[in-house]
């Protein structure tokens, strides 16, 4: 089981406390499912961070961003 805390950790060395579970981690928004990680990757033909709002309408809980993205 992946936690959210998992996540940050494995990212900043940091551990915090939250028990929020990742269902499932996805790169592309069309096949994120409910509690999942959406990781906006840049690529040649298309953004991911494009697609952030496609995530969420789908049922991403998170995202991994590599830019400031527009609420």
């Known amino acids: ?4 805390a998992d996540v940050l950790e ?4 940091n551990r915090f406390d939250t028990a ?7 790169i592309d928004s069309r096949q994120v499912i409910p509690g999942s990680l959406f990781v906006a990757i840049p690529g040649e033909r ?8 496609d995530a969420f ?4 809980s ?7 993205v527009d609420a």
């Open 46 to 53: 298309v953004d991911g961070h494009d697609f952030l709002g």
């Open 20 to 26: 929020a579970v990742i269902t499932e981690a996805a």
């Open 10 to 13: 494995a990212l900043t060395n």
């Open 57 to 60: 309408k789908r049922g991403a």
């Open 62 to 68: 998170f995202a991994l961003i590599q830019r400031d």
């Open 1 to 4: 089981m992946l936690t959210l």
